[in-house]
């Protein structure tokens, strides 16, 4: 297990953050945030998925309207995303909402941040602020390279630079309900700033790589780059940003923090490669098992195996998969099914699926 870093320690609606807790997984709603029905219906499908806290697009007084239903029907948390009118954060706070995302810097003047932070003190909720690649203000990047850094060096310091000033306008006015991000599309870039960030401040922080992509390159960008810093012991949220349905930004950030360690899969699943030696369809027999784990878990039940293994033939089955609380490993046209790496019987394919699937369902009563 990583040796996570230490951060303050605040509190989003019922879900703790920082100071050692779990690191939280967060989405954004893609709906019409005054359609109130058609956003909770959204965050029940993020949250059956694992989502803990979900943010929500308030770029009008409309949405502000909808936010008391929406806040009151959620099964998690709801942030609400503001940009440039402080009166939308006014009415969010008004609304109930358990956390908003705002930058201080593009919401007016002072007036203005000193309104929306001391309501939000009352009111005991959080801010998420900071920095992105995309909307720096001017002048940070260009006073870097002017000092002979490169790009790279000068985004990175400009993204913490900006936080900072970001941060240091909310503890101005007494507000310190403070998580902070940090994000660019680059992926060294985005990592090395976190870790600056982190070595100077003891802020919790919110990790992710933003406008990662479409999930064929999204995922790889995302893994790569919240893993790294989950495995630094840095970060405690996350987002996954990818084009596509939000489910599959949750799907992707419960696996990246399974693989560092970070949650424990239930079960882990794993399968070996194609070769010259793979004599079933193992491709397909893979995803028909990640399907039926995951169809077993949506309808509220826990499958109690720490392991399953989907192998591709006995080279690389009983032995290679000798941890497993339950596997099947490929032979010619036909199926070994073993448990703890020993063999317990040997089935046609179709057949070997269905003993597979009736001891995972056992596993479950």
């Given at each position: 297990m990583p040796e996570r870093r230490i951060t303050r320690q605040i509190k989003l609606g019922k879900i703790i953050i920082g100071g050692g807790a779990p690191v939280s997984i967060q989405s954004m709603t893609n709906t019409d945030t005054g359609d109130a029905a058609a956003t909770l219906s959204q965050i029940k499908s993020l949250a059956m998925a694992g989502c803990e806290i979900i943010r929500v697009a308030v770029p009008d007084?409309?949405?502000?309207?909808?936010?008391?239903?929406?806040?009151?029907?959620?099964?998690?948390?709801?942030?609400?995303?503001?940009?440039?009118?402080?009166?939308?954060?006014?009415?969010?706070?008004?609304?109930?909402?358990h956390g908003i995302r705002l930058n201080p810097g593009n919401i007016g003047d002072e007036s203005r941040v000193r309104m929306v932070a001391e309501k939000a003190g009352e009111a005991g909720i959080t801010i998420r602020t900071g920095?992105?690649?995309?909307?720096?203000?001017?002048?940070?990047?260009?006073?870097?390279?002017?000092?002979?850094?490169?790009?790279?060096?000068?985004l990175c310091e400009a993204l913490v630079d900006s936080a900072l000033e970001q941060c240091a306008i909310l503890e101005k006015y007494g507000f310190r309900?403070?998580?902070?991000?940090?994000?660019?599309?680059?992926?060294?870039?985005?990592?090395?700033?976190?870790?600056?960030?982190?070595?100077?401040?003891?802020?919790?922080?919110?990790?992710?790589?933003?406008?990662?992509?479409?999930?064929?390159?999204?995922?790889?960008?995302?893994?790569?780059?919240?893993?790294?810093?989950?495995?630094?012991?840095?970060?405690?949220?996350?987002?996954?940003?990818?084009?596509?349905?939000?489910?599959?930004?949750?799907?992707?950030?419960?696996?990246?923090?399974?693989?560092?360690?970070?949650?424990?899969?239930?079960?882990?699943?794993?399968?070996?490669?194609?070769?010259?030696?793979?004599?079933?369809?193992?491709?397909?027999?893979?995803?028909?098992?990640?399907?039926?784990?995951?169809?077993?878990?949506?309808?509220?039940?826990k499958v109690k195996l720490k392991k399953l293994a989907v192998m591709g033939c006995v080279v690389n089955g009983p032995g290679e998969a000798q941890d497993a609380d339950l596997g099947i490993a490929g032979g010619k046209n036909q199926i070994i099914l073993f448990k703890h790496g020993k063999i317990i019987g040997t089935f046609s394919e179709a057949a070997g699926f269905d003993r597979l699937k009736e001891e995972i369902i056992h596993s479950t009563e």
């Open positions: 007084h409309r949405a502000v309207d909808a936010l008391p239903d929406i806040i009151r029907g959620s099964q998690i948390p709801v942030i609400g995303d503001i940009h440039f009118d402080y009166r939308l954060a006014l009415g969010a706070i008004n609304a109930g909402i920095s992105n690649s995309g909307s720096i203000k001017a002048g940070f990047i260009e006073e870097k390279l002017r000092k002979g850094l490169s790009r790279e060096e000068a309900q403070i998580k902070v991000s940090l994000k660019a599309s680059d992926v060294p870039v985005t990592v090395a700033a976190y870790r600056h960030f982190s070595a100077i401040s003891d802020y919790p922080l919110h990790i992710g790589v933003t406008e990662a992509g479409t999930p064929g390159r999204g995922i790889v960008k995302s893994s790569v780059g919240i893993g790294t810093l989950l495995l630094e012991g840095i970060g405690d949220t996350l987002r996954v940003s990818l084009t596509a349905d939000p489910v599959e930004e949750i799907i992707t950030a419960v696996r990246i923090l399974e693989s560092c360690g970070l949650r424990t899969a239930e079960p882990d699943i794993v399968s070996c490669p194609t070769c010259g030696r793979t004599e079933i369809n193992l491709i397909e027999l893979a995803e028909k098992v990640e399907k039926l784990v995951s169809d077993i878990k949506n309808s509220g039940k």
